[in-house]
Nanobody, 110 residues
């Protein structure tokens, strides 16, 4: 299984981004998936998950600004981040089927 994360970039405070994670090499496209992030100098932390049945779960502190979704026909999981804050600056990783994507950098500046 290979995961390709994309959608990161440099944005201003208050803007929005949608990250995408596309899976390849796995015949089972309906698997659980999650997003994690690693801020500079900190450990990787869980952000959100989406189950194969579409149920979603979020880190308590991020509820309301983050939305995880999936398009099974495209084998892609998305993470929409609204009202970006400087503390959202991190490398965002996706995880699915025991594999990790390479990460996509999100930098938020004021």
């Amino acid at each position: 299984v290979q995961l390709q994360a994309s959608g990161g970039g440099e944005v201003q405070t208050g803007e929005s981004l949608t990250l995408a994670c596309t899976q390849s090499g796995n015949r089972d496209k309906d698997v659980n998936a999650g997003w994690y992030r690693q801020k500079p100098g900190e450990q990787r932390e869980w952000v959100a998950s989406i189950a194969s049945n579409g149920e979603t779960y979020y880190r308590d502190s991020l509820k309301g600004r983050f939305t995880i979704s999936r398009d099974n026909s495209k084998k892609t999981v998305y993470l929409r981040i609204n009202s970006l804050k400087s503390e959202d600056t991190a490398i965002y990783y996706c995880n699915s089927a025991n594999a990790w994507g390479q990460g996509t950098q999100v930098t938020v500046s004021s």
